[in-house]
């Protein structure tokens, strides 16, 4: 006598329960579909938590339509009796060849394995290998979800050290292989590109340049002007405009501008490039994107921005004449006392900082848009990040200059 017997009705599903000996056999009869699909297993997971079978049987026999949820429901439970997910349900699967076929027949072609689906069609058959397991084993497997502060700093740390700190050590190696490799070989770097770059970055920013450094400095001479002329001192404003221009300002500023039109513009084009796949393409004609694209506007950016400075240097000091010139003091006056107050020292520092900003500017804009994501904000994002990483590298290693500096007395 069966241990235990029963039947329920779930819309177009007919489910019967069968448990002998430890077996458990669901009769499934009529549609196994994405309505019914929930009653049948709400009904097999009580089942199977109340009875706890060693073995599962599912007859299918009867059994008219069954779609994707119900293969989902098979493969189920096929997981849930232990059976590996790499098995195939069909080769576990026997056919009723007749509806004659007595019970003791049945019984001699029954399978020890944890899982048996008997009475598949041929139909329900090449649905479950249409579906494969792989398809239910993906969908078991989602993202941890952190739910307090320590995982997330701990999540964040590692990616921090394991992607982006990776695809930072191999772009910098990458690009002073190559940058070596110029050294010992210039014939090896793009003239021709290295040069329209140039043109972008220099000739095309000097009028920003020029027109920057020449407000600054008037405002700058100005506003520190009029308290200083209460004591009639407002002749040390070519000190102040001088020393500030060529130790600080004056490459500062000009790599702040160019973070803002230069490194946004290396993110846009390498980023275009990136999400048009011509990259990957480069790539595969073993085509370098490191020589042929980075290296010539780095390049470029280094030996241009310490140009920029000294204009911006210049415009500078010609608008802090203007004030000076406001208040009665002649050209050679002002000439005398900013020559009286900076050196070449400060000069070549400044120009010295120039020329580690212009990398960090290009560098991180073709970084930038080299790592562009995909998507339709994707450039927009990656000029972003270029343009505000940069600013944020130059005002890091300023600080570092600014140290360094003091310490050797300069």
């Not at 405009?241 to 490459?251: A, D, M, Y």
Request: a negative charge.
């Amino acid at each position: 006598m069966p241990a235990h017997q029963s039947q329920q009705t779930s819309g177009q599903l007919v489910f019967e329960s069968e448990h002998i000996d430890g077996v458990l056999t669901l009769r499934l009869m009529g549609q196994l579909n994405v309505e019914s699909v929930g009653g049948a297993w709400r009904q097999t997971l009580r089942l199977l938590n109340t009875l706890k079978p060693a073995r599962l049987r599912l007859d299918a026999s009867r059994l008219m339509y069954c779609d994707g949820a119900g293969v989902g429901y098979i493969a189920e439970c096929r997981r849930r009796m232990g059976t590996p997910p790499n098995a195939d349900v069909a080769a576990t699967t026997t056919r009723i060849e007749s509806t004659v076929e007595t019970q003791s027949d049945a019984g001699e072609r029954k399978s020890d394995a944890p899982f048996e689906l008997i009475g598949a069609s041929e139909d329900l058959n090449a649905l479950i290998e249409m579906y494969g397991s792989a398809d239910f084993e993906r969908l078991e497997k989602h993202e941890v979800i952190y739910s307090n502060l320590p995982d997330s700093i701990g999540r964040a740390t590692l990616e921090i050290f394991e992607e982006k700190f990776r695809q930072r050590t191999i772009f910098l190696g990458e690009f002073f292989y190559y940058a070596l490799r110029a050294l010992l070989k210039p014939f090896s770097l793009r003239w021709g590109e290295t040069l329209q770059v140039a043109e972008k970055v220099g000739v095309n920013a000097l009028p920003i340049i020029i027109l920057i450094g020449f407000l600054l400095g008037l405002i700058m001479a100005f506003q520190s002007a009029i308290p200083m002329r209460i004591y009639g001192a407002e002749i040390f404003v070519a000190n102040l405009v001088g020393l500030s221009l060529l130790r600080e300002l004056g490459p500062l500023i000009t790599a702040v501008i160019l973070a803002g039109r230069t490194g946004s513009s290396f993110a846009a084009e390498l980023g275009t490039m990136k999400i048009n796949e011509e990259i990957d393409a480069m790539t595969t004609m073993g085509v370098e994107p490191m020589r042929f694209l980075v290296l010539p506007r780095i390049v470029a950016a280094v030996a241009m921005v310490p140009l920029l400075t000294l204009f911006f240097n210049i415009s500078g000091l010609i608008g802090g004449f203007t004030v000076l010139k406001s208040f009665g003091y002649p050209l050679v006056v002002y000439y005398n006392q900013v020559l009286s107050a900076v050196d070449m020292t400060d000069l070549m520092s400044g120009l010295l900082k120039s020329t580690v900003f212009g990398a960090l500017v290009a560098g991180i804009g073709c970084y930038m848009g080299l790592h562009t994501k995909s998507g339709a904000g994707a450039v927009g994002e990656s000029t972003t990040r270029a343009v505000v990483s940069g600013i944020i590298a130059i005002a890091v290693v300023d600080g570092i200059f600014a140290v360094i500096f003091y310490l050797l007395d300069i």
